[in-house]
């Protein structure tokens, strides 16, 4: 059963132009929302998280809109560079036992910015 | 990637064969997870340790099995390897159980079961 579900599955953007992922969840008990990014051959490597009590998260270029009543985050990339051709996982975190946080992982979205 | 590290990065092993991967950390912390990377699957917890000798089972378990008997190292042992369990493999490690401090993942292990 996938809790969270990342869309679209790839993405193709042009050089400057703004990427959207959007990413829905159904567990209420998910109270963190990371954001990775994956080149080629490498690790994940978180890039913005947010909590549920806030509704907009702004670092750089990298934006995380959430919509708590809808169960909905998504991540926004302004002014898209080739750069940032990668694949992008959501994710959701949510208290499990012995004081561990069970991450749950979207699918991931591969992004092409082309020139 | 930097103060973690995975061996073998390539594997091609045949079935029923046991095979061990190795993760390797310098940063000190105390855990660390396993997952493997699948298409249209997305990231898998295998395992999880948080601590010498402590380890839990995650959401794909069935088939693994995992050793942690210093804080730097986190080995991955598929008993008896099949078709299945070809994918890419990810070691993760964190300093906290909360997930905000981010997990830093190791490169990856790609394993092949022919």
């Known amino acids: 059963q996938q809790q969270v579900k990342q869309s679209p599955q790839s993405l193709i953007v042009q050089k400057g132009g703004i990427s959207i992922i959007n990413c829905a969840y159904e567990n209420t008990a998910f109270d963190y929302f990371p954001w990775y990014q994956q080149f080629p051959g490498k690790g994940p490597a978180l890039l913005i998280a947010i909590r549920p009590d806030v509704s907009e998260k702004k670092e750089g270029r990298f934006t995380i809109s959430f919509n708590k009543s809808a169960k909905q985050f998504s991540l926004h990339i302004m002014d898209s560079q080739p750069g940032d051709s990668a694949t992008y996982f959501c994710?959701?975190?949510?208290?499990?036992?012995?004081?561990?946080?069970?991450?749950?992982f979207g699918t991931g979205t591969k992004l092409q910015v082309i020139p | 990637d930097a103060g973690i590290t995975q061996s073998p990065r390539h594997k091609v092993t045949e079935t029923g064969t046991p095979v061990t991967l190795r993760c390797h950390q310098t940063?000190?912390?105390?855990?660390m997870y396993w997952y493997r990377q699948d298409p249209g699957h997305g990231l898998r917890l295998i395992h999880y340790?948080?601590?010498?000798?402590?380890?839990d089972k995650g959401e794909v378990s069935d088939g693994y099995s995992v050793s942690r008997s210093k804080t730097e190292d986190f080995l991955l042992t598929l008993e008896s390897a099949t078709s299945s369990q070809t994918s890419v493999y990810f070691c993760a490690i964190s300093e906290s159980p909360g997930a905000e401090y981010g997990y830093t993942f190791g490169s990856g292990t790609r394993l092949t079961v022919v």
């Open positions: 340790s948080y601590g010498v000798k402590d380890t």
């Open positions: 940063e000190n912390h105390r855990y």
């Open positions: 994710a959701a975190s949510a208290p499990w036992s012995g004081g561990y946080q069970k991450v749950t």
